[in-house]
């Protein structure tokens, strides 16, 4: 693989670009591989990659059923954060954000990290004590926090109307690290690091079937042929209770439709991410010039990738109360994502009742955020057998042993 | 919009005017029970990709609560019935049999 330089970019412009290559290989299935990852999103990538920079198994093989980060990787609104009550918690999504801070020299790939502060308003008294404890809580912990008051809010953010008549801003919870990246770039990044490696991403590739004797995995059945492996991880999103069910066990997930859109693009006039969750909405301004603008889940167990055209009014009623200047904005695009949602609102990453089969999931609605730090903590886990000081908590039988991450505003809105 | 015809009141309520209530037909287990079974009722979900059997309330209308056979992936709604029963009627699973034959659902079909 060619590294990507300023040198790189002078010589093609003098041979007129003629001399790409393409980031990844598309190669046909192998008979067999060490390790077969299901689902070629940022966390089935990033688990990937670091299985190969960390453990030295390029034996691999990543199978998807769409094209590589066409699902929740291109659906989501960018935001990373680490700002989380639990500890378990704040350590995964803290490694994670930490990652995404070299992540472009790391690849080699810009993946447009822009660590320009995310804001959580609080707009009511509990608000106010719940972020404070969550300060505290990550003074602790080591993430950088702070609780700002609303003055400070303005001067970060002037755009936003502090003293509306139902919830005025009263505080935000501040995190000057957190911030958004390029979500495409992420996938195509790992994507290319791990091609590079002599893994093979093979697109198009729908797991049917998965095979097992002697209560372990020994391949998978797919829509290009038969696929043997030694270990098996399912890093698929929405669709795990699918993949589990093909694996022969059941999972504590329900999987719903999150919403975001977008609107046309306008001058800069936020370099902040804010999300205002009492009023359910957040929202932030792409490199473009788009407002990304989170919205709502639908209740009700959704494979479609589309979701309730009712929820985009509540969004665009709490941004416009919140950001009266875009009353007049028009919407451009609007798409869906299927989340998985645990029942304590935290991740999976645990082994299962397969041998050899391991499954990284129930990130939710926030798991970009998340992809680094995930697939460090899922190839540990694959690559050993068992799983190490990050991923230890997060096990699927948590819900028998009563040991939840209560996280239930993981994504900071009200679900 | 999703819409589900109450089977009580028989007004065709769009989802605004209901609230989810996940999936139907839990069997529950309470005190005495083991760990396992605790946990299958409390957390385990069935969660198809295709036919599926799930609670429904009229909420912003006659409030009764009722239960729906909904396809996950396409949002076909096959049927909705009362509360008070322990599986889905013959008439609601015909009606699926029509439009997915071969589906399957914990015990039932």
């Not at chain 1, 007129?16 to 598309?26: D, I, K, L, P, V």
């Not at chain 1, 990787?73 to 994670?96: C, H, M, P, V, W």
């Not at chain 1, 079937?209 to 002697?214: E, G, M, R, S």
């Not at chain 1, 460090?376 to 997060?394: N, R, T, V, Y």
Request: proline fraction near 5%; glycine fraction near 12%; include cysteine.
């Amino acid at each position: 693989m060619k590294r990507y330089s300023v040198f790189a970019v002078a010589r093609e412009a003098l041979r007129n670009h003629m001399g790409w290559e393409r980031a990844w290989r598309s190669p046909a299935p192998k008979v067999r591989y060490d390790a077969i990852i299901v689902g070629a999103g940022g966390h089935g990538l990033a688990t990937a990659y670091y299985l190969g920079k960390n453990h030295g198994i390029r034996n691999v093989a990543i199978l998807e059923k769409g094209w590589l980060g066409g699902g929740n990787t291109g659906r989501n609104t960018t935001i990373i954060r680490s700002n989380y009550l639990q500890d378990s918690s704040a350590a995964i999504y803290e490694k994670a954000r930490s990652l995404y801070e070299t992540l472009s020299q790391d690849l080699n790939y810009n993946v447009m990290f822009s660590p320009r502060g995310v804001m959580m308003l609080a707009q009511t008294q509990h608000e106010i004590r719940g972020y404070k404890r969550t300060a505290h809580a990550n003074a602790l912990q080591g993430v950088e926090t702070e609780f700002i008051g609303p003055g400070r809010v303005k001067e970060l953010c002037p755009i936003i109307h502090i003293d509306g008549p139902r919830y005025p801003v009263l505080g935000a919870l501040w995190q000057p690290r957190g911030g958004t990246a390029r979500h495409d770039a992420v996938a195509w990044g790992y994507a290319r690091a791990c091609s590079d490696m002599g893994m093979d991403i093979i697109q198009q590739c729908e797991v049917t079937a998965v095979h097992q004797a002697d209560g372990k995995v020994t391949g998978v059945s797919t829509t290009k042929g038969e696929i043997a492996c030694d270990r098996l991880g399912i890093v698929v999103a929405g669709h795990s209770g699918v993949l589990a069910n093909m694996a022969g066990f059941r999972l504590p997930i329900e999987s719903l439709c999150l919403q975001a859109l977008v609107s046309e693009p306008i001058k800069p006039c936020m370099d902040v991410v804010v999300m205002a969750n009492t009023v359910h909405g957040y929202m932030s301004q792409s490199d473009k010039g788009d407002m990304v603008i989170g919205g709502g889940t639908d209740g009700f167990n959704n494979y479609t990738q589309r979701g309730s055209f009712h929820h985009i009014e509540e969004t665009v009623r709490a941004l416009i109360e919140t950001f009266p200047m875009i009353s007049r904005l028009k919407m451009l695009r609007q798409w869906g994502g299927i989340v998985d949602m645990t029942g304590d609102r935290s991740p999976i990453i645990s082994k299962t009742p397969l041998g050899n089969t391991y499954i990284n999931c129930g990130w939710g609605t926030g798991g970009f955020k998340a992809i680094p730090g995930s697939g460090w903590a899922m190839a540990d886990l694959m690559a050993k057998g068992e799983p190490g000081p990050l991923a230890e908590e997060f096990s699927m039988y948590r819900f028998r042993e009563g040991k939840f991450i209560d996280e239930s505003v993981a994504a900071g809105v009200a679900h | 919009m999703l819409t589900l015809t109450c089977p009580y009141c028989g007004v065709a309520a769009d989802e605004t005017e209901l609230a989810a209530g996940g999936e139907a037909h839990l069997k529950r287990f309470g005190p005495g029970s083991t760990d396992a079974e605790f946990d299958t009722y409390m957390f385990a979900r069935e969660n198809p990709k295709g036919v599926h059997f799930e609670r429904w309330r009229h909420a912003y209308g006659c409030g009764k609560w009722f239960l729906a056979a909904r396809d996950t992936n396409t949002l076909e709604v096959f049927g909705t019935y009362p509360a008070q029963s322990s599986a889905p009627p013959q008439h609601i699973r015909d009606a699926i049999t029509a439009k997915r034959p071969g589906w399957t659902w914990r015990d039932f079909a």
